[in-house]
T-cell receptor
Framework: GQQVMQIPQYQHVQEGEDFTTYCNSS?????IQWYKQRPGGHPVFLIQ?????EVKKQKRLTFQFGEAKKNSSLHITATQTTDVGTYFC??????????FGRGTQLTVWP | DGGITQSPKYLFRKEGQNVTLSCEQN?????MYWYRQDPGQGLRLIYY???????QKGDIAEGYSVSREKKESFPLTVTSAQKNPTAFYLC??????????????FGPGTRLTVL
């Protein structure tokens, strides 16, 4: 119900290849957030999307929010070894808690 | 991120012992959270607190207890009733607007190993 589904669970790419992770919900989302967790580290906030069809960029990272506000994606162009980690999406609720997806673990081979 | 401390970084306990994990924040945030993360797994919410002296169970509260006597502190006790306590525990805080758009700031985490 409240959870968001994230795919794929694992992704292995060669350095320089592109990478995309998807976040899907069965219900309309008011907003979606993306976090990154480096190996051995803690999650760090990347970005929040609120508007239907919204697209935001951070250097090689492109974040999209679907027109129906039921899905979102994170695309990394030309991955680097520094992109290694787990990427989480989550949805908020008016109860104040967040509902995290299971995350996509990205491995980048040099 | 900055402003949230968890101690210790690594903790070892014998089976059957209760253990309390510390979480302190100086961000003046109203809301605080405890998550559990197992290897290769996502974040599962244990407890959260929107305001001092109040807290709610998350998705996996069984075997855990919390208190929120001060705004800046939200300790988590892992009791002997928790069947598989070995995990990475993350504390987080947010402004606590209840709008569902708050950014969560995480502490560095505590790795608990129960022998």
């Amino acid at each position: 119900g409240q959870q968001v589904m994230q795919i794929p669970q694992y992704q292995h790419v060669q350095e320089g290849e592109d990478f995309t992770t998807y976040c899907n919900s069965s219900t309309t989302l008011s907003n979606i957030q993306w976090y990154k967790q480096r190996p051995g580290g803690h999650p760090v906030f990347l970005i929040q999307l609120v508007k239907s069809g919204e697209v935001k960029k951070q250097k090689r990272l492109t974040f999209q929010f679907g027109e129906a506000k039921k899905n979102s994606s994170l695309h990394i162009t030309a991955t680097q070894t520094t992109d290694v980690g787990t990427y989480f999406c989550n949805r908020g609720s008016t109860l104040g808690r967040l509902y995290f997806g299971r995350g996509t673990q990205l491995t980048v081979w040099p | 991120d900055g402003g949230i401390t968890q101690s210790p970084k690594y903790l070892f306990r014998k089976e059957g012992q209760n253990v309390t994990l510390s979480c302190e924040q100086n961000l003046n945030h109203d809301a605080m959270y405890w998550y559990r993360q197992d290897p290769g797994q996502g974040l599962r919410l244990i407890y959260y607190s929107q305001i001092v002296n109040d807290f709610q169970k998350g998705d996996i509260a069984e075997g855990y207890s919390v208190s929120r006597e001060k705004k800046e502190s939200f300790p988590l006790t892992v009791t002997s009733a928790q069947k598989n306590p070995t995990a990475f525990y993350l504390c987080a805080s947010s402004i606590g607007s209840l709008r569902g758009t708050d950014t969560q700031y995480f502490g560095p985490g505590t790795r608990l190993t129960v022998l």
